[in-house]
C-alpha cells in the first residue's frame, strides 16, 4: 500500500461512519484491506449518496497529484466517423469528406459535411462528420442525446463498437440504416509515449483526473491511450463537460496512486 492509502485508512480507521454506500463502492473496487479490515462486520450507515467531503480532502491530502503536468482537456460535440461506403451513400458516389478545421490531434479533422441522426423518439440535425474515413461508422453521443434520440449506447472505447445500437442517418444524397456503432465515447487522455512517463501511467490504463473551478470534479474511469503521434489531450463529451463548467482552457491534474476502473464492456 502506498504511503496516500496508508494515510487515507489511517484517516479512516478514527471516522468509521463517514462513508456512504457508493463511496464503500468506489473504495472497494480498488482497494479491498479497506472493506476486509474495517467494513466486513457491519453494514455502514447511509450518509449521503456521493464521497464525503472528508474523505475528498482526504484523498487530496494523502495522495500525490501531478499538480507540474497540466492535461488540456477538450469537450467533442456529438459526432459521427464515416466508413467510405457510408460517404458514398450519404454525400453520393465518388464523394470526398471536405475538412473544415484541424483537431487537436494531428491528422484528425472537422468536416464541413453534416448528418442528420433519426432515432426512435426524435432527431438531431447536423451533426458533424469527422475525418478521415474509417474502417467502420461511429456515432459518438451524450447521454442527453440519447434521451432525445430514444436510444440507449453504453460507455465504449472508440472502434469498440460490437454490440451497440444502431440508427438511421440521413445525409444530401441518402440514408444509413446503421446497424451498430452509437456509442458514448469512454472519457479518454491522448498522450506521447514520453508523456505516459512523465505521468507513470501505460497505454490502456484507467486513471482519474481532477479539474477545479467552482464544479470541480474528479473524474474517475478515465482510459489512457498512448501513441507517439498523439498530442496531450483530454477528451470528454458534452454532458461531462458542462457538468464541470469546463470552459475552451479547462485543464485536469492525474491523481496518482489511484487507479480507475474500467466500464463493464457488457453493458
Ligand atoms: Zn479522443
Not at 496516500?4 to 479491498?32: E, N, V, Y
Request: hydrophobic share 40%; aromatic share 4%.
Amino acid at each position: 500500500m502506498n504511503r496516500g492509502w496508508s494515510q487515507l485508512m489511517h484517516f479512516l480507521a478514527k471516522r468509521p461512519c463517514i462513508l456512504a454506500a457508493i463511496s464503500t463502492d468506489f473504495l472497494t473496487r480498488r482497494t479491498l484491506p479497506l472493506r476486509s479490515k474495517l467494513w466486513n462486520k457491519q453494514p455502514l450507515p447511509l450518509e449521503s449518496n456521493f464521497l464525503s467531503p472528508h474523505l475528498l480532502r482526504s484523498l487530496e491530502k494523502g495522495l500525490s497529484m501531478s499538480e507540474e503536468i497540466r492535461i488540456p482537456i477538450s469537450a467533442s460535440m456529438r459526432h459521427v466517423h464515416l466508413c467510405h461506403q457510408d460517404v458514398e451513400a450519404l454525400f453520393g458516389a465518388g464523394h470526398q469528406l471536405t475538412p473544415a478545421k484541424a483537431l487537436s490531434q494531428p491528422g484528425q479533422f472537422a468536416c464541413e459535411e453534416t448528418v442528420n441522426i433519426c432515432g426512435p423518439k426524435g432527431r438531431i440535425e447536423r451533426v458533424r462528420v469527422l475525418g478521415p474515413e474509417r474502417q467502420e461508422t461511429q456515432l459518438e453521443i451524450s447521454r442527453t442525446d440519447e434521451f432525445k434520440l430514444g436510444v440507449e449506447a453504453p460507455i465504449r472505447a472508440s472502434g469498440k463498437i460490437e454490440g451497440t445500437p444502431g440508427i438511421r442517418l440521413e445525409g444530401p444524397e441518402g440514408v444509413v440504416e446503421l446497424q451498430k456503432g452509437v456509442i458514448q465515447a469512454a472519457r479518454h487522455i491522448h498522450m506521447t509515449p514520453a508523456d505516459a512517463e512523465r505521468l507513470g501511467v501505460e497505454d490502456r490504463q484507467w486513471v482519474m483526473v481532477r479539474v477545479g473551478g467552482k464544479r470541480g470534479i474528479i473524474f474517475d474511469d478515465v482510459l489512457v491511450r498512448v501513441k507517439e503521434s498523439y498530442v496531450l489531450d483530454m477528451h470528454l463529451d458534452a454532458d461531462e463537460a458542462n457538468a464541470a463548467d469546463l470552459g475552451p482552457d479547462a485543464w485536469g491534474v492525474l491523481i496518482k496512486g489511484l487507479t480507475g476502473v474500467a466500464p463493464d464492456p457488457n453493458d
